[in-house]
C-alpha cells in the first residue's frame, strides 16, 4: 500500500513539475509558430476590419498559395496602437485597415515600405500614400442612415454641419472611438479646418448625441426605433440587408463636396521590418484582383477600387473629381489632429 | 526556520518580485510619464468619475439585499429545496459580466427575445439595454453570488448561541435576523461591498457592451481611438487610485472577518409557514429566473434563430478549443507558482503577510490596466515573448495567482501543527513530510485553485484582448468583436458556447470545494 500511494505522490509532483516546466520550455517552439521570424508561419497580417469579411480571403489565399497566414483580427485603432508600440520588432508583415488616418499614423514614423508600382497603378489616382506606401482596397461613403417610417427623408439635413442644430439633440447616433469616425474627422480637418472641425465636434457633443461602439449597433438601434439617425459607413445598410430583406433603414447621402460626404478607403500597407516580402506582395495583389474585389462588392457592399468590377447596388458611382479633392494623403496626416479635437470636444 | 523553509520563501519572494510587482512598477513608472498627456477634459474626468462610482454604489446596494435574502433563505430557514437553491443561485458565479451583457442587449429592446414574447400582449417595444440601469442589472447578476457566497461562509460561522437566546427570550425568528444576526453581518457585508465595488470600476467588456460610460470604457477608448498610450495610462492612474482605496478597505475587513473563529455547531434553522415558504421560493425562482433562466433562453433563442437563417457562426470550435489550451496551460503553470508562495505565506510575520499580500493587489487592480502594463513590458523584452503564448500564460498568472494561494492556503492552514511534529519525531525528514503528510491533505485544495484559475482564464477578456498570440483568437475574443461589430447572432453562440464549457466546470469545481473542505 504504502509504496504505490508514494509513487502516486511522485508522479503528481513530477507532474506538476513538468507542469511549471512545459510554460518556459516549449515556448520557442510555439513562438516560431507566432513570432516574425517564425517557421511556421509565412505571413502575419494585422487586420483592422470586421473578421467575417476578412476570414474568407485569407483562406482562399493560403488554399491558393500553400502559404500559412496568421491574421490577427481587432479595431483598426487598437492595432495601430500596437504597431506604434512595436516599431521595427513588429511581427506584422501587413497591416490592413479599416480607414486612411491609421495607415498615415504608421506611415509617418516610416514603418511602411514603398509597394511597387503594378500595385499602385491597380486602382485611381490619389488613392494611396504621398509615399505610395499604402494602397486604397476597396472604399466606403460616409452616410446618414434613418429609417424612412419613422424619420421622413424631406426632414434630413444636406449638410453634416446641420446635425448640431437643437432640432437634432439628443437624436444622433456616432461612434467617436471607431476609426470610420476618427477618420472621417481626419477629412473634415482636411476639408474645413481644424476650428471649423473643433466647433462642429463641440457642437455635436452639446447636442446630447448617443455614444456606440461600432456602426451596425447604430443601424439595429435605428432599426428598434431606439435612436433616429447615425453617422456611419454606407456598407453597414447592405450587410443587414443580406441577413434580413426587410430591414428597415436606409442610408441618407449628404450633399457632394459636403464635409459629411466623404470617401473612406479602406487601405493596406507593408511594413518596413517585413520578413515575408514577397508573400506579403502577392497578397496585397490578391486583395487588388477582380474575384476579391467582387468578394467585397457582393459580400460586404463595398466599393471595388480596381476598375470595372461594379458599384455597389443603389449607390451613387465614384466621381473621380471627387475622389482627387478629397486628398487622402493629407487625411492620413491628420490622425493626431482629429484624436485630439475629438478628445477636447469631450465626446471620448 | 529550517533550510527548506527559507528555501520556499526564497523561492516565493522571487515568484512574487518576478511576476507581481513589475506591473505595478510599470503602472507607476508610465503613470508618471503620461501626466502631462492630454486626456480627457477636467470636466469629462469628473463625470466618468462620477459615473463609476455611482454604478458600483448601486451594484453594491442591490446585490448585498439580494445576496443577503438568498443566503438567509438558504442557510437559516426550513425551505424546502434550499440545498439545490443555494447552488443555482451560485451559478453566475461562472460566467462574466459581458456573457450577460450580451443575453440583456438580446432580451430586450427592438427585436429582443422578451419584447417578442410581449407581443401578443399588446407591448411591442421595450427600452433597448443601454446605460446606466443595464449595467447596475447586468453587474448586479454576476455581483449577487459574490454576496451570497460570502454572507452564507459568514452565517455557516456565527455563533447560534446568540440567537438562540434571542429565540429563547421569545423574539420572533424576524426579528432575530434584524436584531442578532445582520448585526454580526456587518462586517461581512462591508467586505462584500469592497470586493464587489473592485469587480465593477474593473469590469471592462459589460459596461462597454451597454454603453455605460465608466473609467475602463474610456481608458479602452482612450487606447482605440489614439495612437499614443500616455493618455490611455494617465487614465489608469485615477482607477489605479480609487482601487488602491478598495483593496486598503478589503485588507482591513479581510483580516477582521479571518479572526472570527469558526464554530462547529450547526445553527437551528427557521421554521417557515406556508406563506414565507410561497414567498421565499417565489422570491429565489424570480432571482434565478433573472439571473440564469432567461439569459441563457435568450442566447439559445438567438443562436437556433441565428443558425435557421443560415448565420455562419464562424471557427468558433477553434476558438473554444484556443480558450481551453490556454486556460489549461494558465491552471497549470499558476498553481505551481502558488504552491510555493502558499507554502511562505502560511508562516506568521510580516514577509509572510506581503507575499500573500502582494498578488492580491495586482489581482485587484483592473485588468485592462495590468494587460496595458504587461503589453508594454512584453514589447520591451525579448522578441520572443511578445505575443507568446508564454506571455499570455504568465499574463494569467499575475492576474489569478491569488486564487490558487487562498484556495491552498485555507487547506494549509487547517492542517494540524502536531501532525507534522507526529511525523518529524518519527525521524521523516521535512522534505519527506512535505510529500508524505502536507500534499495528501492539500491535494484537493490545490486542485480546486486550479480550477478557479482554469474558469477566470477561459472567461478573461482585458488581458486576452491585449496580449493573445496573432492566429489564435479565443471565445471572449469572439464574443467582444461580435459585440462590437453588432452581430447579436455570432455574439449569442460564442457566449453560449461560454456557458456550456462553464456547466461542467462548476460541477467539477463544487466537487473539488467540498472535498477540499472535507479533506481539511
Known amino acids: 500500500m504504502r509504496l504505490p500511494r508514494l509513487a502516486v505522490v511522485a ?7 513538468t507542469g511549471c516546466a512545459t510554460g518556459p520550455s516549449t515556448t520557442p517552439k510555439a513562438d516560431a509558430g507566432e513570432g516574425a521570424s517564425g517557421g511556421g508561419t509565412d505571413l502575419v497580417i494585422y487586420v ?6 476578412v476570414r474568407p480571403l485569407v483562406e482562399r489565399f493560403e488554399e491558393e498559395t500553400g502559404l500559412s497566414v496568421d491574421a490577427r483580427y481587432g479595431s483598426t485603432g487598437e492595432l495601430a496602437t ?16 479599416q480607414d486612411p488616418a491609421y495607415i498615415g499614423a504608421i506611415s509617418e514614423p516610416g514603418l511602411l515600405a514603398p509597394l511597387p508600382a503594378d500595385i499602385i497603378d491597380l486602382v485611381p489616382e490619389g488613392i494611396s500614400g504621398a509615399e505610395d506606401d499604402w494602397v486604397g482596397v476597396t472604399a466606403r461613403r460616409r452616410v446618414l442612415a434613418y429609417d424612412p417610417a419613422t424619420t421622413p427623408e424631406a426632414g434630413l439635413p444636406g449638410s453634416v454641419f446641420e446635425l448640431t442644430d437643437p432640432a437634432w439633440s439628443g437624436r444622433v447616433g456616432l461612434a467617436p472611438t471607431h476609426s470610420s469616425f476618427v477618420s472621417f474627422v481626419a477629412a473634415m480637418v482636411a476639408i474645413r479646418g481644424e476650428d471649423e472641425t ?13 455614444i456606440f461602439d461600432g456602426n451596425e449597433e447604430q443601424l439595429r ?3 428598434a426605433g431606439d435612436l433616429d439617425v447615425g453617422l456611419v459607413n454606407h456598407y453597414y445598410v447592405h450587410r443587414l440587408l443580406a441577413e434580413d430583406p426587410a430591414f428597415p433603414v436606409k442610408n441618407h447621402s449628404f450633399d457632394a463636396g459636403d464635409p459629411g460626404d466623404v470617401l473612406m478607403p479602406t487601405t493596406i500597407g507593408m511594413l518596413a521590418s517585413t520578413v515575408h516580402e514577397e508573400a506579403a506582395l502577392d497578397f496585397v495583389r490578391f486583395l487588388l484582383s477582380d474575384e476579391s474585389q467582387r468578394h467585397f462588392l457582393d459580400e460586404v457592399g463595398e466599393y471595388p477600387l480596381v476598375n470595372g468590377v461594379g458599384t455597389p447596388e443603389g449607390e451613387r458611382p465614384l466621381d473621380p473629381s471627387l475622389i482627387s479633392g478629397m486628398n487622402l494623403p493629407v487625411v492620413a496626416g491628420n490622425l493626431d489632429i482629429a484624436t485630439d479635437l475629438i478628445a477636447r470636444s469631450g465626446l471620448i | 526556520m529550517t533550510t527548506p523553509g527559507r528555501l520556499v520563501t526564497a523561492l516565493a519572494v522571487l515568484l512574487v518580485a518576478a511576476l507581481s510587482v513589475p506591473p505595478i512598477v510599470v503602472l507607476v513608472v508610465q503613470a508618471y510619464l503620461g501626466r502631462e498627456a492630454q486626456t480627457v477634459t477636467p470636466a469629462r474626468l469628473v463625470e466618468l468619475l462620477g459615473n463609476t462610482l455611482l454604478l458600483a454604489l448601486l451594484v453594491v446596494v442591490a446585490s448585498s439585499v439580494i445576496g443577503t435574502a438568498t443566503a438567509l433563505l438558504t442557510q437559516r430557514t426550513t425551505l424546502p429545496g434550499r440545498r439545490v437553491w443555494a447552488v443555482v443561485v451560485a451559478v453566475p458565479l461562472v460566467l462574466p459580466a459581458y456573457v450577460f451583457a450580451v443575453a440583456l442587449s438580446g432580451m430586450i429592446g427592438g427585436g429582443g427575445v422578451v419584447t417578442s414574447w410581449l407581443a401578443p400582449f399588446g407591448i411591442d417595444r421595450l427600452p433597448p439595454a443601454t446605460g446606466l440601469w443595464a449595467a447596475t442589472a447586468c453587474l448586479t447578476i454576476v455581483s449577487v453570488p459574490i454576496v451570497h457566497t460570502l454572507v452564507a461562509t459568514a452565517l455557516a460561522r456565527l455563533d447560534p448561541a446568540l440567537d438562540e437566546s434571542a429565540r429563547l427570550l421569545g423574539d420572533r425568528p424576524a426579528r432575530v435576523i434584524r436584531r442578532v444576526v445582520l448585526p454580526q453581518l456587518r462586517g461581512t457585508l462591508a467586505l462584500a461591498a469592497c470586493v464587489v465595488s473592485l469587480y465593477v470600476i474593473s469590469d471592462f467588456g459589460a459596461v462597454s457592451m451597454l454603453r455605460y460610460d465608466t473609467f475602463t470604457r474610456a481608458i479602452y477608448a482612450q487606447f482605440r481611438g489614439r495612437v499614443d498610450l500616455a493618455p490611455a495610462f494617465a487614465l489608469c492612474a485615477v482607477l489605479v487610485l480609487v482601487a488602491a482605496a478598495l483593496i486598503v478597505g478589503q485588507v482591513v475587513l479581510r483580516g477582521r472577518e479571518l479572526a472570527v473563529a469558526a464554530r462547529a455547531r450547526p445553527p437551528r434553522p427557521v421554521p417557515l409557514g406556508p406563506a414565507g415558504r410561497l414567498a421565499g421560493t417565489v422570491f429565489l425562482g424570480l432571482v434565478v429566473l433573472g439571473s440564469t433562466v432567461l439569459p441563457v433562453a435568450t442566447l439559445a433563442t438567438w443562436t437556433a434563430r441565428g443558425l435557421a437563417s443560415g448565420a455562419q457562426p464562424g471557427p468558433v470550435i477553434a476558438e473554444a478549443v484556443n480558450a481551453l489550451l490556454f486556460a489549461l496551460l494558465a491552471a497549470l503553470v499558476t498553481t505551481a507558482i502558488a504552491i510555493p508562495i502558499a507554502l511562505a505565506a502560511r508562516r506568521r510575520g510580516a514577509l509572510a503577510r506581503a507575499i500573500e499580500g502582494v498578488p492580491w493587489v495586482t489581482h485587484s487592480l483592473p485588468h485592462l490596466a495590468i494587460g496595458l502594463a504587461i503589453l508594454v513590458l512584453s514589447i520591451a523584452g525579448p522578441a520572443f515573448f511578445y505575443q507568446s503564448v508564454t506571455t499570455l500564460t504568465l499574463a ?11 484556495a491552498i492556503l485555507v487547506a494549509l492552514r487547517q492542517i494540524d501543527p502536531r501532525l507534522l511534529e507526529v511525523s518529524r519525531s518519527l525521524g521523516h525528514s521535512s522534505a519527506s513530510t512535505a510529500v508524505r503528510v502536507v500534499a495528501p491533505l492539500t491535494r484537493r485544495a490545490v486542485l480546486a485553485g486550479a480550477v478557479l484559475v482554469f474558469f477566470a482564464a477561459v472567461h478573461e477578456l482585458p488581458v486576452t484582448l491585449l496580449l493573445r498570440p496573432t492566429g489564435s483568437e479565443t471565445l471572449a475574443i469572439r464574443v467582444w468583436g461580435a459585440v462590437v461589430e453588432g452581430q447579436y447572432t455570432t455574439a449569442s453562440i460564442a457566449a453560449l458556447l461560454l456557458v456550456a464549457l462553464s456547466v461542467p466546470l462548476l460541477a467539477l469545481h463544487e466537487r473539488a470545494s467540498l472535498r477540499a473542505a472535507v479533506a481539511a
Open chain 1, 11 to 17: 508522479l503528481a509532483a513530477a507532474l506538476a513539475l
Open chain 1, 48 to 53: 483592422g476590419r470586421n473578421e467575417d469579411h
Open chain 1, 82 to 97: 500596437t504597431i506604434l508600440q512595436e516599431g521595427d520588432s513588429s511581427p506584422a508583415d501587413l497591416f490592413f485597415t
Open chain 1, 198 to 210: 473643433l466647433a462642429w465636434l463641440e457642437g455635436i457633443a452639446a447636442n446630447d448625441p448617443q
Open chain 1, 221 to 223: 438601434a435605428i432599426a
Open chain 2, 396 to 406: 494569467y498568472a499575475v492576474v489569478f495567482v491569488p486564487l490558487a494561494v487562498g
